[in-house]
């Protein structure tokens, strides 16, 4: 009996972390896709870098439908299997990012739990030992479905997840894990608390003598022995310090330098058109944020910044293909990926709070009759928290479905 208990726990658990990692990045299936981009970059993999979006919709979707696999019962010989070489292939990935550090973290659990590589490759080696029991005692676990119920079992979770992750693809995600999130005043998420630990840095000095370029310490500089000749010195990085949840968020005009303190004290409210790159914006949406630049100007009751990463020359070449007439600003493209999940996205501020975000399929129409913004940020929030208790509604009721498909026995 006992036994029986600790295989059935190793499996909830197993199933338990499988859903939570599938959802955590099925809400943002933007944030794994750059993710992807990342290992692929890191691996000289770039020929899948088109595909990376389609890549984490299907693994994401995968990991989730194991998880209920797991929790529910089904198909538990192949899910055994599956699990098994799942955990076993990111066990050792992570290992390989662990010791050379190609990329900063995993991003196994999205933007909600964010850990360092070691710390990932620990949690592997935890998890991974249920993924074992579960895998040898994979023929203890009996199905209590038909071969049909196992099917619709699957078949449900894998529409209603394909649907929420497409949903918060084209909307932005319903849950937002992000340190520029609507409501948060961004200057705190910029602030290095009073004692926190500073990046800690060596000097390197490199000296050269028959052909040979050598790396020095200040302690062992060759200074008696002057064949050596210096080369270059460098400031090496030997242990991270803290970092805000914000710390690389600059905005730059080309005439008056760094604004970035001036957008977030102005008292009034601004617009932030987000544009990561021009060429792979939405030419839809780039209109869209025209329309909301000339309303700014027109009515002069919202100042209007176009944040971009894209270099001046395409910017303007795409600018005057769409008749884009605002002025660009530029931004680094690691941070407007983060802030919104959109090319283009739009991104309302009020003294430094976020009051706003907009995909491009979703840039309000503003007009004569937009006499508030306060009440579009807030018909805004209405609509998420609408939109985000139908769709907990509706992942439930698929999942009570498949309750009910376990349920009847064969």
Not at 25 to 40: A, N, Q, R, S
Request: hydrophobic share 45%; aromatic share 14%; glycine share 6%.
């Amino acid at each position: 009996m006992m036994r029986k208990a600790l295989f059935t726990f190793c499996r909830l658990l197993l199933g338990a972390v499988f859903v939570f990692s599938g959802f955590t990045k099925g809400v943002d299936p933007l944030g794994t896709m750059y993710k992807l981009e990342d290992y692929f970059s890191a691996f000289h993999l770039n020929v899948l870098a088109p595909y990376a979006l389609v890549l984490s919709i299907v693994l994401n979707g995968a990991e989730f439908l194991m998880g209920i696999a797991l929790l529910t019962g089904v198909w538990m010989r192949f899910t055994a299997w599956m699990a098994l070489l799942f955990m076993t292939f990111f066990t050792v990935l992570t290992f390989v990012l662990a010791l050379y550090n190609p990329v900063s973290d995993c991003g196994c659990f999205g933007d909600a739990v964010v850990l360092t590589n070691w710390q990932t490759f620990f949690k592997n080696l935890v998890i991974i030992v249920p993924a074992i029991v579960v895998f040898i005692h994979r023929r203890s676990f009996e199905s209590s479905l038909t071969p049909a119920g196992n099917l619709m079992v699957v078949l449900i979770t894998a529409m209603a997840f394909l649907y929420f992750s497409l949903y918060c693809y084209r909307h932005l995600p319903l849950i937002d894990f992000r340190p520029y999130k609507t409501g948060t005043y961004l200057p705190d998420q910029m602030i290095v608390p009073p004692g926190a630990p500073r990046d800690s840095f060596q000097t390197v000095l490199y000296y050269k003598k028959d052909g040979v370029i050598k790396e020095f310490t200040l302690e062992n500089i060759p200074w008696q022995d002057t064949t050596w000749k210096w080369v270059e010195t460098k400031n090496k990085l030997i242990k991270a310090g803290y970092k805000p949840p914000i710390h690389d968020f600059t905005i730059e005009s080309t005439q008056e330098g760094d604004i970035t303190s001036r957008v977030l004290a102005d008292t009034g409210f601004s617009f932030l058109a987000v544009i990561p790159k021009y060429e792979k914006a939405d030419s839809a949406g780039l209109k869209k944020i025209e329309a909301v630049y000339r309303w700014c100007r027109n009515t002069e009751k919202c100042k209007f910044y176009a944040l971009s990463a894209s270099e001046h020359e395409k910017a303007e070449a795409y600018k005057k293909r769409y008749g884009l007439t605002f002025e660009n600003y530029i931004t680094d493209e690691i941070p407007l990926k983060t802030i919104v999940r959109s090319n283009p996205g739009l991104v309302l501020l009020k003294e430094g709070t976020v009051m706003g975000q907009w995909s491009y399929e979703d840039i309000p129409v503003l007009d004569v009759h937009t006499h508030s913004l306060y009440g579009l940020a807030l018909n805004t929030l209405r609509k998420k928290s609408e939109t985000t208790a139908t769709m907990t509604a509706f992942l439930l009721l698929a999942f009570l479905l498949s309750i009910v498909f376990v349920r009847y026995r064969k």
